[in-house]
């Protein structure tokens, strides 16, 4: 079964810096898809990025970018310049490109920018 | 494109009593959508997957005769708790995937109080 382990519960970083946080996962499939979802206070889940595990290029939207290690079955979350909006909590998700459409999570590392 | 939305947002309702939340697919089409429970600080956990036009898939552990899942049409899951009870106090998230795309979208949450 597939797992998703993210190790850091929190974390915390100064306005306009950068901060990346961790996720790794265990499968033994090679086609797959990952994610990137902040969930702020309100509670509503926001897909940040996606990466396809077939593609090489880390996947980028504007400050928000990843490095995706297949080999070693990681996917970090960059954010740079962060904002006070960037506060939430962050999920890294697994989705097999078979099978059924579940998405596995992982338990989350929520962030705190510091003004 | 692509919003999720359910309904209501929040709802109190006495012990003994069912309460029904809707999930609606706004812009695409869904033939799969789930249904996630979310206590405070903790990640997503998968209840079901709502299959439109045949019987849900429960996740083990979820009490198929408590949380009654009918997905009737292409845009529309609903999810009836019956005879809630305190314990069943919690926040549902459902989410969708337009067709032959890997993301899933959220709806907003429905935080349900049972008194």
């Known amino acids: 079964a597939q797992t998703v382990t993210q190790s850091q519960p929190e974390m915390s970083v100064q306005e306009a810096e950068t901060v990346t946080l961790s996720c790794t996962y265990d499968?033994?499939?090679?086609?797959?898809?990952l994610f990137w979802y902040k969930q702020p206070p309100s509670r509503q889940m926001i897909l940040v990025i996606r990466?396809?595990?077939?593609?090489?290029q880390n996947a980028t939207e504007n400050r928000f970018s990843v490095n995706f290690q297949k080999a070693a079955k990681s996917f970090s979350l960059k954010i740079s310049d962060s904002q006070l909006g960037d506060a939430a909590m962050y999920f890294c998700a697994y989705r097999s490109a078979w099978g059924d459409d579940k998405i596995i999570f992982g338990k989350g590392t929520r962030l705190h920018i510091l003004p | 494109g692509a919003v999720v939305s359910q309904h209501p947002s929040w709802v109190i309702c006495k012990s003994g009593t069912s309460v029904k939340i809707e999930c609606r697919s706004l812009?695409?089409?869904?033939?799969?959508m789930f249904w996630y429970r979310q206590f405070p600080k903790q990640s997503l956990m998968l209840m079901a997957t709502?299959?439109?036009?045949?019987?849900?898939?429960?996740e083990q552990g979820v009490e198929k005769d408590k949380f009654l899942i009918n997905h009737a049409s292409l845009t529309l899951s609903t999810l009836t708790v019956t005879s809630a009870h305190p314990e069943d106090s919690s926040f549902y998230i459902c989410s969708a995937s337009p067709l032959r795309t890997p993301t899933q979208y959220f709806g907003p949450g429905t935080r349900l109080t049972v008194l």
């Open positions: 990466q396809e595990a077939y593609k090489q």
């Open positions: 499968t033994s499939e090679s086609d797959y898809y």
């Open positions: 709502s299959n439109e036009g045949s019987k849900a898939t429960y």
């Open positions: 812009d695409f089409q869904a033939t799969t």
